[in-house]
């Protein structure tokens, strides 16, 4: 498949600049694979599409405050880190803008010499490779260095860093939000354990590199950054036993997604585990832990929106987006929701 099947016409207006008052008060649109049948609902209606002995999976992730704002210690000149992933003993991959500034050997400061960085190697996807010198415990100057880092497409900062956070995450981890979980409440997940419907965690800590924009005109040809996953014993025990009895197991997200079917064998069986994920689902790709789907709407031309046209079909996708923007959906991460089934 080439590129430009993924591609489609999102008016500006429609992408979302701030979260909803409440989480649960976002839209959900509903989309039947089997019938094409598309309803419209409020977020918090969720519950009425699960039954008892189904399974949600939600990723349990939490984003650290990795972008860091500072200067080049000899010239004074601005630079902004996004931290990707830590290598150990203080080295980590990061995201640098501009990008000419963070030449091999210099070094940056951050936080009036909190944290100081010093350029050790170029990344082949135009990164860099960096480590840091501080006194003290690096989270904690983390925390209070730097910020939490929104996407590009959002323009302003929010007033509070929670919104970007799942009420559920704990492990702290991503340069990213897993974007389908921002909707809950802990009320509204109490509602659905009352209900008889398995509650079970994965983590995946989501790199800015699932977000990279697919630059191959044959889809195919598209590298993903690998990112950390675990599935703990007993997330996968639930799950296998879900399926086992004929019940549905429903995933939160692309990123659980992308955990399950990473660690799942041929007989749909998945296996505790922790590790590196660098899985690309596209369409043609056979499905065989999910049964549904719950996700944001998503960048054209994206990897995200590839993995769910091949979950439920390009075309039917593609016509539910255009019913989205007709019907003035919000999109992207502080957007609304979509549950495909």
Same mark, same amino acid.
């Given at each position: ?64 405050? !990795? &972008?860091? %704002?500072? /200067?080049?210690?000899?010239? @004074?000149?601005?630079? #902004? *880190? ?34 100081? !960085? &010093?350029? %050790?190697? /170029?990344?082949?996807?135009? @990164?860099?490779?960096? #480590? *840091? ?209």
């Amino acid at each position: 498949m080439e590129l430009k099947d993924f591609d489609y016409y999102l008016p500006e207006e429609l992408i979302a600049q701030c979260p909803t008052q409440k989480r649960d008060e976002s839209r959900l649109m509903v989309i039947y694979r089997n019938s094409g049948k598309i309803e419209h609902r409020i977020f918090k209606d969720i519950h009425l599409y699960m039954n008892k002995g189904d399974c949600i999976v939600l990723n349990d992730t939490k984003v650290i405050p !990795a &972008r860091l %704002l500072g /200067k080049r210690k000899d010239t @004074g000149g601005r630079i #902004e *880190f996004v931290l990707l992933k830590s290598l150990g003993n203080d080295k980590w991959e990061v995201l640098v803008k501009p990008g000419k500034r963070a030449k091999i050997g210099k070094e940056f400061i951050f936080g009036d010499g909190l944290l100081i !960085a &010093r350029v %050790l190697d /170029k990344t082949p996807v135009g @990164g860099r490779i960096v #480590e *840091f010198e501080y006194q003290g415990d690096f989270r904690e100057l983390l925390n209070e260095v730097g910020r939490v880092p929104l996407p590009p497409y959002i323009k302003k900062e929010i007033s509070d860093d929670k919104r970007y956070q799942t009420v559920y995450g704990r492990k702290e981890g991503s340069a990213a939000a897993p974007t389908a979980g921002l909707h809950f409440t802990q009320e509204l997940i109490n509602k659905i354990e009352r209900k008889g419907i398995n509650i079970v965690y994965v983590t995946l800590h989501v790199g800015l590199g699932t977000f990279r924009p697919v630059k191959s005109n044959d889809i195919r040809n598209h590298k993903m950054h690998s990112e950390y996953f675990c599935l703990p014993e007993k997330s996968a025990e639930i799950i296998n036993s879900t399926k086992k009895h004929g019940n549905r197991v429903i995933a939160i997200g692309t990123t659980t997604v992308r955990t399950l079917e990473s660690v799942a064998n041929e007989e749909g069986i998945v296996t505790a585990s922790e590790g590196w994920t660098d899985i690309f689902i596209y369409p043609g790709f056979e499905f065989k832990i999910i049964d549904g789907l719950l996700t944001n709407f998503h960048l054209p031309k994206s990897t995200l929106l590839m993995l769910v046209s091949a979950f439920a079909g390009r075309e039917l996708i593609l016509n539910a987006y255009e019913k989205a923007i007709r019907e003035r959906y919000r999109f992207f991460s502080f957007g609304d929701a979509m549950l495909i089934l």
